[in-house]
């Protein structure tokens, strides 16, 4: 039988330090293939958009949430459930807009970067801009077109890792009939 | 209790995946002697029964073989054509075997858009604000489940009436899509879906839903 028939709506656990580890050879041999750090980031954030579209579903499917009716729940979603599930981390939301269209994830532990030393001739590298594509990916599918972006990094001195969601409009075309 | 169908469609109103679990049969073979009391008629490149009702053979049943051998449309396997081949008395006797026609999948993929601007339209039309649109067709023989994700795709199951726990089925095949159509790297999405996987543990998932007429936890 399938090597998943027994598998729940409890996703697996697994050493996360595979995943970083990989992620770490991935981002180095981007580093490798393209001459500046804007391309690898550039590159970082396709992919990241790649594994976006296709793990909302998983998200949709297997946590139980309905549609966000405003980017606060949205916020709230995003930070207590998609990152304790794929993460196992849950990042703070703070530094809302006036308008509330924008907000930040602090994470106090990415943990992409658990073994990560920046070198200095890497400056302009966003190491875990995979994750804004992501973001930006999941969110799309579900007609939120968003602009994500890493505005403090650990790795580069900052005391906290902030990443900064901007809501920029609702995405009426892909709205599936029967959602107002 | 049986699971009759599923389809998959895309956001855009394509048919991405049809499977059908079970098809009743009701073809009916019979020995006819000359002349045919039944009328025949040709409809849409098939010999469907227009008048005549016996037996068991109803109207709209089309002409699927004739002494054994399956016709190829409106031409006997011999490339006669089949009224004519009938209206001949020196064939007779002949043993005709009468059945509904099964759907082409060029009629399933014509049907699955057709249901996806209908559930459109009922959203549109209906009195009540923020309805989501078709979730349930009952008639009498068949009862048609569908489930909107918050992306778009639908889920649609064909069943018995009397089939309970549909709805914990179709979030069922929602996360066997999601785990095996989407976390297969090799499937582009929107594309018609053509994984192995996919199609085992779909099977899988219909058996249990007809055995137990529902999923208990952590089925």
Sequence with gaps: ?180 | MVVYSVYVVNKAGGLIYQYDNYSPRNDVEKTFSYPLDLVLKVYDERVVVSFGQRDGIKVGYAVLSINGFDVNGRYTADNRDVLEYLNTSYNYPLAIRFGRPRLTSNEKLMLASMFHSLFAIGSQLSPEPGSSGIEVLETDTFKLHCFQTLTGIKFIVLADPRQAGIDSLLRKIYEIYSDFALKNPFYSLEMPIRCDLFEQNLKVALEIAEKAGTFGAGS
């Design chain 1, 1 to 180: 039988m399938s090597r998943q028939a027994n598998r729940g709506t409890e996703s697996k656990k697994m050493n996360s330090e595979l995943f970083t580890l990989t992620y770490g050879a991935l981002v180095t041999q981007l580093c490798k293939d393209y001459e500046n750090d804007e391309d690898v980031n550039k590159q970082l954030d396709k992919m990241g958009y790649n594994i976006g579209v296709r793990l909302i579903e998983d998200f949709l499917a297997r946590s139980n949430v309905g549609r966000c009716h405003d980017f606060r729940e949205t916020a709230d979603v995003i930070a207590k459930v998609a990152f304790k599930m794929y993460l196992g981390i849950t990042p703070s939301v703070t530094n809302w807009s006036a308008a509330g269209d924008e907000f930040s994830l602090i994470l106090e532990n990415n943990p992409l970067v658990d073994f990560v030393e920046l070198p200095d001739n890497h400056s302009g590298l966003i190491y875990s801009n995979l994750l804004c594509g992501v973001l930006r990916g999941a969110l799309e599918m579900v007609q939120m077109a968003i602009d994500v972006k890493f505005v403090q990094d650990t790795l580069k001195g900052d005391n906290v890792t902030e990443i900064r969601l901007k809501f920029i409009k609702r995405i009426e075309e892909n709205l599936p009939a029967g959602e107002e």
